[in-house]
């Protein structure tokens, strides 16, 4: 069963700025094959705490990027509800553990127009743009992490690294006291994960990016944090997790959303924007 079926319904709007402060979350955390993350390491890394009026507590269920000042990145299957609540979600910053304290209202929620309920994240066009209430302002634990360039290219075996509070294998989670996890992977090319993936009925697209190896992969509760890979000596983001076949198993690399095929989206919403 693909792991990115278990997780929230996405999103098709926006609404009101978040007024509500959350109480303590109950999820527990990792990352397959990885160790704890130095704090400062990734200070674009957040966390998305989400509401759940069902059962009236938060919990942080995905991870997400900060893009710019006042814009993070993350996968539209993080974004709960057919007509998500801006106040019903919360991002955290500069935090290797689990914090709501340091969280920060959203005002507007924005998917790809091409995402598709019904397909999830195997259906393509898996992100989704969170803009902020207001700026933040950079420090050594936040900063924003860099684009790359639409030319650039990160051929096979390039070694990148995920990060996330997600599980460490398969519905493994992780005991307290939830640190921040980090792997480095390598890039697979989508020749090959096409191949591996039709295997289970499953199509690799050409906004897919494939990445991991066997014991090295992110997971539940991973979705939506930035796989990040060095471009001329410098930081950029080149996916957004996704989906895939369990975590960490041999032939099956993680599948994630290809930051280059969605740059004038992301550009047009954040130029646009006031």
């Not at 990885?34 to 990734?42: E, I, K, L």
């Not at 890039?187 to 499953?202: D, F, M, W």
């Amino acid at each position: 069963m693909l792991w990115l079926l278990v997780l929230t319904l996405p999103c098709l709007g926006g609404s009101v700025p978040v007024t509500s402060d959350p109480g303590p979350g109950t999820e527990l955390v990792g990352i397959v094959g990885g160790h704890d993350a130095a704090d400062g390491n990734w200070p674009w890394q957040v966390g998305l705490w989400v509401f759940n009026p069902r059962n009236s507590k938060w919990s942080l269920d995905c991870g997400g990027s900060l893009i710019h000042p006042q814009w993070v990145l993350t996968a539209a299957h993080c974004i709960p509800g057919r007509n998500p609540v801006t106040r019903h979600i919360k991002v955290q910053l500069g935090q290797v553990r689990r914090s709501y304290k340091d969280s920060v209202q959203v005002a507007r929620i924005i998917c790809h127009p091409n995402y598709r309920l019904e397909n999830e994240g195997a259906g393509g066009a898996d992100v989704a743009l969170l803009k902020l209430e207001a700026p933040v302002r950079p420090s050594k634990r936040i900063n924003w992490i860099r684009l790359p360039p639409a030319s650039s290219a990160f051929p096979r075996g390039t070694r990148c690294w995920v990060t996330g509070w997600g599980d460490i294998a398969f519905h493994d989670l992780r005991p307290p006291p939830y640190h921040l996890q980090e792997v480095e992977v390598p890039i697979v090319a989508n020749e090959i994960c096409r191949q591996q993936y039709l295997r289970i009925g499953k199509v690799i697209q050409d906004d897919m990016l494939c990445a991991g190896s066997e014991g090295r992969d992110s997971c539940e509760g991973d979705s939506g944090g930035p796989l990040v890979c060095k471009w001329r000596g410098t930081w950029v983001q080149v996916g957004v997790v996704s989906w895939g076949k369990g975590c960490g198993l041999p032939n099956f690399p993680g599948v994630y959303a290809r930051v280059t095929s969605f740059l004038p989206w992301i550009h047009g919403h954040i130029l646009s924007s006031p």
